[in-house]
């Protein structure tokens, strides 16, 4: 959450500054960031699920690697899918898809506004920031404001996507809800 609200800051900054262009990256990288935890958030509370109730088949090894040492963001959304129709939680929405992908639609690798370059096996070293590229910064910002809003944990009686995963967690594990 906090990643989410220091993009808030940088996009609030950047419009009444008039410097948007000057933040853009790292406003990006921290939409992007908040992001990829916030898969990984849900992610958490499926994989401890399965392994507090035994559940089979458990995670497997390549997603237990992808949830500790990944940052694509659409693997992620790929492992949290086909785990909560293994153990029988509602697959993540559309919406979330649809953030994901616009997010990485900009982005020549996972690492893209991390660093200068970075290198793949298939495609060799990629120069991440070659040409200019447009952000539209103050609109991923009220998507993933709107998201967050939607599906974290909620303390008002509405139930929000995470309030499921959390309430079979609490209940596999025996902590009060």
Known sequence: MA???AADVLVSHGKATNTLDDIGLPAFYMQRHALELLVKRFLSWVYQY???TGSSPAP???QNDRFKKCHGISKLLEDLRVS???YGFTKPPEYLR????EIESYEVSETWSRYENSESKDKGVLHHLKNETVLPIVSLQ???ETVVAELVFRFDGTDAYENALYYAWADATGVPR
């Open 98 to 101: 649809a953030l994901v992908t």
């Open 3 to 5: 990643y989410v609200r």
């Open 84 to 86: 909560c129709e293994r």
């Open 50 to 52: 399965a392994e507090a």
């Open 60 to 62: 497997s090894k390549n």
């Open 142 to 144: 009220e998507k993933l």
